[in-house]
């Protein structure tokens, strides 16, 4: 019977968390930013994820409360920590972009979290990924380009022109021009400038 209490307060306080996030995007579609931030916020501190991760975007934005990078990342940890890829790809950027130079194990930290996002699925953690292993202090090609084609193959223009340049230099795979202009091209007709340029070259 105390099992089936205990069950019971979970599916209650999930429930109410879950009716809370929604309540909470409703109103900020509406403008009500105040009242969003304050939804948000009682589910997030009821431990739900997505909520936590809006509350990070709140913070991040200064939407219906001020403006503060240390309680977004505050947030953003929570929820990256429950497995939400979008809270873990910007927990990773706030690690990496608002670290001390000399602390490795952020560091660390912060390339996990991007590389489950990654995993996830998130286009914009493989994309920053791909240029980050590529422009590292000791370049890591091959995983570099396997993040940037991930990006790529979710529609990510800037990625595929970075695969381009791959295969026009011979960076993480054999150069091959001709695979680098088919990429190119399918950069430039998603709009992207550095690759209608690298065509004219």
Request: glycine share 8%; with cysteine.
């Amino acid at each position: 019977l105390e099992e089936a209490a205990f069950q019971l307060q979970q599916i209650f306080r999930i429930d109410i968390s879950i009716a809370l996030n929604i309540l909470g995007i409703e109103s900020m579609r509406a403008g009500h930013y105040g009242i969003a931030y304050t939804c948000f916020k009682l589910a997030a501190d009821r431990g739900y994820s997505k909520a936590q991760f809006n509350v990070g975007l709140c913070y991040e934005h200064g939407r219906g409360t001020e403006k503060d990078l240390e309680k977004a990342a505050f947030y953003y940890y929570h929820a990256a920590s429950s497995c939400h890829p979008m809270a873990q790809y910007r927990y990773a950027r706030y690690l990496l972009h608002h670290r001390p130079e000399n602390e490795w194990d952020r560091h660390q930290k912060a390339v996990t979290f991007l590389e489950q996002a990654a995993m996830a699925g998130v286009t914009e953690a493989q994309a920053y990924l791909g240029v980050f292993y590529m422009r590292g202090l000791q370049p890591k090609e091959k995983r570099g380009l396997k993040y940037l084609l991930l990006a790529a193959k979710n529609g990510d223009a800037q990625s595929r022109y970075h695969v381009g340049v791959c295969y026009e230099k011979g960076l993480g795979v054999q150069q091959n021009l001709a695979e680098a202009m088919r990429h190119y091209r399918q950069s430039a007709a998603a709009g992207n400038r550095s690759a209608r340029e690298r065509l004219r070259v």
